[in-house]
C-alpha cells in the first residue's frame, strides 16, 4: 500500500481522496542526520507544485525565522504529518493522519533528531497525542514517546498564524531560536548559543 525508499515515501495509495487532489507525494527535505526537524500538517498548493514542503508564504516566514536565530535551511529537516495535498487545502482527516503516521514515525526514527519542531495545531496534536491551545503553549518543550523512543517535542504556531496575527511574530521568532538553542547547531560564531542564558 505505501512504499518508502530511506526517509523518502515512493508510492502510496492509502488515501483515496489525497491520491485524486495531489499531483506529488511531497517528501521532507533536508540533510539525513539533521538535529532539527520541523513537521507541519500537510502540503498545500504551491508544495504539491513544486514537491517540496514550506515553499510558499509560510516558508519564508520560516526562513526568515531561521536565518534570524543563525541557522539555515539547509541545516535542518522540514517534512508534514501527512505527505499529499488535501483537496481546497482543508486539514488532514484523523484517518489521513493515521494512514500517514508511521512514514513519519520512520524518518523520525533514521533522522533521530535533538529536537522535533511543531508547526501549528495539527502536527502538534498529532505527535503529542492531546488537544492543545497552541498559541498558548507555543515554545515549551515537551518530553513524549513517538514510536516508543523518548523524544523531545517543542510547539510552535504555524508560520502563517505570523501572517494574519502580528502578535504571533515575536512568539514564532522566540520558539525558532529555542530550538536553535536546544539543537546545539553552531551559529556560526563558533559556540553552540547554549551558553548565552
Known sequence: MGEMDGLSV?????????CESRSRIVNGVGPDDADLVFVGEAPGATED???EPFVGR????????LRDAGLARADIRITNCVRCRPPDNRDPTDEELSNCREYLERELDLLDPEVIV?????????????????????????????????RRVLVSVHPAATLYDPGQRETFAETIATAADLSGVDTGDGQARLGDF
Open 10 to 18: 515512493t508510492a502510496c495509495e492509502r488515501c483515496p481522496e489525497l
Open 49 to 51: 507544485e513544486r514537491g
Open 58 to 65: 509560510s516558508g519564508d516566514v520560516l526562513d526568515d525565522a
Open 118 to 150: 511543531t508547526l501549528g495545531k495539527v502536527p502538534s496534536e498529532h505527535l503529542l497525542e492531546r488537544d492543545l491551545a497552541v498559541t498558548k503553549v507555543a515554545g515549551s518543550v515537551e518530553e513524549t514517546r513517538i514510536a516508543g523512543t523518548p
